[in-house]
């Protein structure tokens, strides 16, 4: 346990690195909106073939990372989606979905062949840099702490906490803020929304470093 806290101050550093921008002015055949139905496809295909939370958070950070770095015509945006779901599967999954699997779901919009180019574009165009903290590295510690009296409440509020957090995936607005930030955001709302006595508490702080006053 020792060694817990260093690793969150390492987060907190590296979540400063390799951050998407604000990049939708330069996409000039997107919107903000074509994002936010492509992430909630991103879910849906996510529930849909079980997969971890962190191949979740890991897939919409390779897309806004990309979208920041390279011009996407309209037509091939899902394809940069399911693309970056099959990196991210490949990151962090044991037993993934197979190409073949990923075709079906966009309904053979998209060849293997596609697929495969993408991924290799998307790669490459980041440098091949996936390690970096996204919300869900914060999530479950800042749940935990918001649960710190009261353990076996840590499920509801997890769960709660998930909903905000995959809600503020699907928001262009919150692409550029620290992953940190939406975390802990995200907790803030889940307390809000379960009447917890105290919106923040001196642990919650402790843990997550930020001030009530910062969330408001």
């Not at 996409?27 to 997969?51: G, P």
């Not at 970096?132 to 840590?154: C, G, I, Q």
């Amino acid at each position: 346990m020792d060694y817990v806290n260093d690793l969150y101050k390492f987060y907190k550093v590296a979540e400063n690195e390799r951050r998407p921008r604000d990049y939708i002015h330069s996409q000039v055949h997107l919107s903000s909106k074509m994002r936010a139905i492509l992430v909630d496809w991103i879910i849906e295909v996510h529930d849909e073939f079980d997969l971890m939370p962190e191949t979740l958070y890991l897939t919409a950070y390779i897309i806004d990372r990309y979208l920041t770095k390279q011009l996407v015509l309209r037509r091939e945006l899902q394809l940069v989606g399911v693309s970056a779901l099959l990196i991210a599967c490949k990151y962090e999954e044991v037993m993934f979905p197979q190409v073949r699997d990923l075709v079906c779901i966009t309904d053979n919009a998209y060849s293997r062949k596609q697929i495969l180019r993408m991924e290799k574009a998307i790669l490459n165009r980041l440098g091949w840099n996936l390690t970096v903290p996204t919300p869900y590295v914060f999530l479950a510690r800042f749940a935990m702490a918001a649960s710190y009296f009261n353990l076996k409440n840590y499920g509801e509020m997890m769960n709660m906490v998930s909903f905000f957090a995959e809600l503020a995936l699907m928001q262009y607005a919150l692409v550029p803020s620290k992953p940190s930030m939406v975390a802990v955001a995200a907790v803030y709302a889940a307390r809000l929304t379960l009447k917890k006595t105290d919106s923040w508490t001196r642990t919650l702080k402790h843990y997550t470093g930020f001030t009530e006053s910062q969330l408001m």
